[in-house]
């Protein structure tokens, strides 16, 4: 597997979602170009699971999302794209942190899952190095703003990497800034 992280900056002025890029098999290294962190500009999402269900996952919620704005020329609100969200990833087996905002445009970040679960959170990891990324995470006080938080999953899982070959060091990255 793989992992993912999501931080909501103490302050409120955003999120950011992180997850490398490494597919393992059987404890082998079969690539390191599988995309996890998915950027829909208003939302954004980090997903694990197999590459095709990943993959699956991200087309049909791309497709939800611009036909949602199309229909109404707005985005999706955040309770909506966490059950949209939900849903989806139920669909394609994976686990996946989204992040989006509210209407008065703070920011929100969602953990949702293959069992249906949807539960807002200010901190999130899922995938094989959760367990140590929960522990970086939750080591410390929380980022002020986008780049001490974006500096913070970045090391996260540069600290999974050392310790699980599961989890890789080509990191892909997610910010969604607060709007007023």
Do not use: H, W
């Amino acid at each position: 597997m793989a992992t993912v992280v999501g931080v909501v900056c103490s302050a409120g002025g955003g999120v950011v979602l992180a997850g490398d890029r490494r597919q393992t098999k059987d404890g082998t290294v079969v690539s390191d170009s599988v995309r996890r962190v998915f950027d829909y500009d208003f939302a954004g999402c980090a997903v694990v699971g197999n590459p095709g269900s990943i993959e699956e996952f991200d087309r049909q919620f791309d497709a939800e999302l611009r036909t949602y704005r199309t229909e109404r020329d707005e985005p999706m609100s955040s309770s909506r794209l966490a059950r949209t969200a939900s849903e989806i990833a139920t669909e394609a087996g994976v686990d996946a942190l989204v992040a989006g905002r509210d209407e008065d445009g703070s920011v929100v970040l969602y953990e949702v899952g293959t069992d249906g679960r949807t539960v807002e959170t200010e901190t999130a990891a899922l995938g094989s190095g959760s367990p140590v990324a929960f522990g970086r995470l939750e080591n410390g006080e929380m980022p002020d703003d986008l780049d001490a938080a974006e500096t913070l999953v970045r090391e996260t899982l540069r600290a999974v990497a050392e310790r699980t070959t599961d989890t890789g060091s080509d990191i892909d990255v997610f910010r969604l800034e607060r709007t007023e």
